[in-house]
């Protein structure tokens, strides 16, 4: 079992960046592909960034140029570097990790454990 742990999130004016990090707490962290997804009030939870265990990236159209997904394996921790943020970043964030040989990185179904969210407000 893998747990998960989001932190970084906040308030902050449109146009700001922030950093969210997602510690995990097994050692078999490097494995798994891992993935950002965010839900906004109302809405369906939606993906944001991937990153297998190679560290290829991948990013929802709505936020390529303007987040960055890593990782560090040695720390069990991924990150999210968000830039250039927009009143429609507005979401519960969460990470979440999944077996590398399921398929869909962009699909939250195929992610076997989450983390318990972090919000982050941009205003306008």
């Known amino acids: 079992q893998v747990q998960l742990v989001e932190s970084g999130g906040g308030l902050v004016q449109a146009g700001a960046s922030l950093k969210l990090s997602c510690a995990a707490s097994?050692?078999?962290?490097?494995?798994?592909?891992m993935g950002w997804f965010r839900q906004a009030p109302g809405k369906e939870r939606e993906f944001v960034a991937g990153?297998?265990?190679?560290?290829?990236?991948y990013y929802a159209d709505s936020v390529k140029g303007r987040f960055t997904i890593s990782r560090d394996n040695n720390k069990n921790t991924m990150y999210l570097q968000m830039t250039s943020l927009e009143p429609e970043d507005t979401a519960v964030y969460f990470c979440?990790?999944?077996?590398?040989?399921?398929?869909?990185?962009?699909?939250?179904?195929?992610?076997?454990?989450w983390g318990q969210g972090t919000q982050v407000t941009v205003s306008s």
């Open positions: 979440a990790a999944k077996n590398p040989l399921t398929q869909g990185y962009d699909r939250d179904g195929s992610y076997n454990y």
């Open positions: 990153i297998s265990s190679g560290g290829t990236r």
């Open positions: 097994d050692r078999t962290f490097s494995i798994y592909t």
